[in-house]
C-alpha cells in the first residue's frame, strides 16, 4: 500500500517537471484532450472505483485547483469527507456481521456425534448435553445442523444393525451357504457358522444336493457340539433360503438361541458371514480347481484350520490376533531370519511364525 502511494506520488512530480519544460499552446492542447477523455470516461462509467492510493493523489492535487473547478472533477470535497468517515469508523470500529455468531465446525461436528452415537436423544437431549459440556447452543440450530447433515429425528432413527450386531456380538451365530463349481461342472454347496466375536468359523458340510432335512441334521451335530463344549449363545442370523424349515429353528429354539432372519435380499444384515464368503472364495477356491465333493472338504477343512489360527484378521480393528490365538500372550518382535513359513495347500496358504 505505501508502495503503491509514494510510486504515484514520484510518477505525478516528474509529469509536472514535464510539464515545466513544455509550451503553452501543447499544454492547453493536452488539457483539451484530457477533458474529453474524461467525458467519454464518465458517460460510460460515472462512478470508477479507485483505490486508497489513487485517492490520495487525487485528493493532494484536488488542492491545486481553482475552487470554481474543484466541484468538476471526479473527487470533490464531498467525496474526500465520506473517504474521511470510512477511514475513522474502519479504524474505530470493528464490523461486525449480522445475526447470531456462527457455530464452529467443531461444535457441528460434536452435535452430529451426539446424534448418530445416541439414536435416542432428541435436539433438547442435545442441548442439554452441550450445556454440560460448556456450549450454549440454541435448539433451532442444532435442528438445523443435524438437517443439513441429513440425521433423521429420533423418532425415525430407531437402532441401527450394526448397533444391534456389536451390543450383542458376544452372543451371535451366523450361518449361511456358499457354492463352488468343480472341473465337471458339478455345483457342491457348503455350508459353515462363523462367531461374531471372535471370527471363528466351524465347517459344518458339504454337498451336491441340500435339502431341508440335511441342513437340520447340520443344526443338531452344530447344537451337540455347543453342548458339549459348554458354549451358550443367544441369537443365530441366517437368510431366508428355503432349505432353513421351520425343524431348523426349533433345533436352536430349544437351546434358547433366537433364530433372527434377514429382510429379503439383504446381504449386510448378515455381512460378516458375508465377508467370509468372499475370503474364502478369493484366498482359496478361485485359485484351485475342485475335483469333488471330498476334495472340496479337505480344501476348505485346511481352510478353515488356516483361517482360525494361521493369519491376522481385520474384522476386530487389524487386532493381528486369529480366533484361536491366545489373547494372553504377548508377541515380541521376531528377527526376519528366525522367521519360518509354513505353506499350506501347496503354498496356496502362507503361514509365518517365529521358529522354535
Known sequence: MVARLLYQALAQGLSWLALLARSSASKDAEILVLRHEVAVLRRTNPRPPLNW???????ALSRLLPKTLRSCRIVTPATLLRWHRRLVARRWRQPKPPGRPP???????????????NRTWGVVRIQGELRRLGHRVAASTIRRILRSRRIPPPSSRGDAWRT???AQANGVLAVDFFHVDTVALKRLYAAFVIEHRSRRVQLLGVTDHPTGAWVTQLAR????????AGRRFTYLIRDRDAKFIAAFDAVFASLG??????APQAQRMN???ERWISSVRRECTDRILIIGRRHLRDVLDVYVEHYNAGRSHQG???GLRAPDDDPKVVLLPTTPDLIKCRRRLGGLLNEYQPAA
Open 164 to 166: 444391534f450386531l456389536r
Open 221 to 228: 451335530n452344530l447344537a451337540a457340539d455347543l453342548e458339549s
Open 257 to 262: 438361541v433366537d433364530v433372527v432372519c434377514t
Open 271 to 273: 455381512a460378516i458371514a
Open 53 to 59: 492510493a489513487d485517492r490520495a493523489v487525487l485528493a
Open 103 to 117: 457455530i464452529s465446525d467443531e461444535i457441528a461436528a460434536l452435535i452430529a456425534r451426539l446424534a448418530t452415537e
Open 316 to 318: 476386530q480393528g487389524v
